[in-house]
């Protein structure tokens, strides 16, 4: 109840603020950026001062029940603001969305307590990825299925076949073989091996190695600079496949089965990145360069991920 007293207000008039500013000019003013961390700076720094006075009976004691909470995750929510502070900077380096949306996310952040993230599954020192997965899921979504619904409508059915299949020969029979070979080993290698590292090196790396879904967010991000990087590392792969080889064996034979799954996993992953998005990238592509502006306003997406990740 307290967070919602505190925070929730400022988010709500935030996000209104931002959106319909983001839709009118495709502009968002730095003095709500500022007010917004400001803000959230001020209320943390009050329950510090407010803890101390009731820890030396200047205040009542009860009202440590009240400010515990935030004082308690204070070092988990520094870290996750730094980590969202270089998530959003990566994100308008390799141009996903623009360099107010970035200052926006990083608002968010701050804004939404580390408490507030119920439904957090991979570690707190990033719980603001959930935060990222509600702003970038349904917007994908929702200009996904626009642009496919723009192509039937315009488009005849033997055209997008056409347009389809062009994709899947560039893709698959007039490119180079062996370099998409290259590919699809390198990322493979690429998710297999830090599973593999989480699992041996749990216990021990924990809190430093990422999460699977953060891994997935990176490939995507770099998914051209990574390709370029396999498609000249022909030593390299194969080196690491050589070892990888042993390693497989050796769990296979010794796990039953069960690494196969993992295997398996990574290899979905793979099929996804490479072949999959993009596909729906050249889907989505085609329908924003005939029917919107340049800049596409993205605040009201990340007012509804702020949002969904509050009250979920």
């Not at 270089?86 to 390799?94: G, T």
């Not at 603001?128 to 917007?139: G, W």
């Not at 996804?272 to 050249?282: E, N």
Request: net charge positive; charged share 15%; with cysteine.
């Amino acid at each position: 109840m307290i967070y919602t007293i505190i925070f929730l207000p400022l988010i709500c008039y935030l996000g209104l603020v931002t959106s319909h500013g983001d839709f009118l000019s495709s502009r968002i003013k730095n003095k709500w950026i500022l007010i917004g961390l400001l803000y959230s700076f001020v209320m943390y720094l009050v329950a510090w001062l407010v803890c101390i006075c009731a820890q030396k009976e200047i205040m009542h004691p009860k009202i440590l029940d009240i400010v515990l909470p935030l004082v308690w995750n204070f070092d988990k929510w520094c870290i996750n603001l730094l980590v969202s502070i270089i998530v959003a900077y990566l994100l308008w380096h390799f141009k996903l969305w623009g360099a107010g949306d970035a200052k926006l996310f990083i608002v968010y952040s701050a804004l939404i307590p580390i408490g507030q993230y119920r439904l957090v599954y991979f570690n707190y020192y990033f719980a603001s990825f959930l935060l990222l997965l509600t702003i970038f899921i349904p917007a994908t979504l929702f200009f996904f299925f626009r642009s496919l619904a723009y192509l039937i409508m315009t488009f005849k059915f033997s055209q997008i076949m056409q347009r389809f299949f062009g994709l899947i020969k560039e893709r698959l029979i007039s490119s180079n073989k062996i370099q998409i070979c290259k590919i699809l080993l390198g990322f493979f290698l690429f998710f297999l091996i830090f599973r593999i590292l989480r699992y041996e090196l749990g216990n021990l790396f924990a809190k430093i190695l990422p999460d699977q879904n953060i891994i997935v967010l990176l490939s995507l991000l770099a998914f051209r600079k990574l390709s370029n990087v396999f498609k000249n590392s022909k030593k390299s792969l194969l080196i690491v496949s050589l070892i990888l080889i042993i390693y497989i064996g050796f769990k296979i034979v010794n796990s039953q089965g069960e690494f196969i799954l993992r295997i398996g996993n990574s290899f979905a992953m793979v099929i996804f990145i490479v072949i999959a998005f993009p596909i729906i990238k050249r889907i989505t592509d085609i329908y924003i360069q005939r029917t919107t502006r340049k800049t596409t306003p993205f605040a009201h997406w990340m007012f509804l991920g702020a949002l969904i990740t509050w009250f979920i």
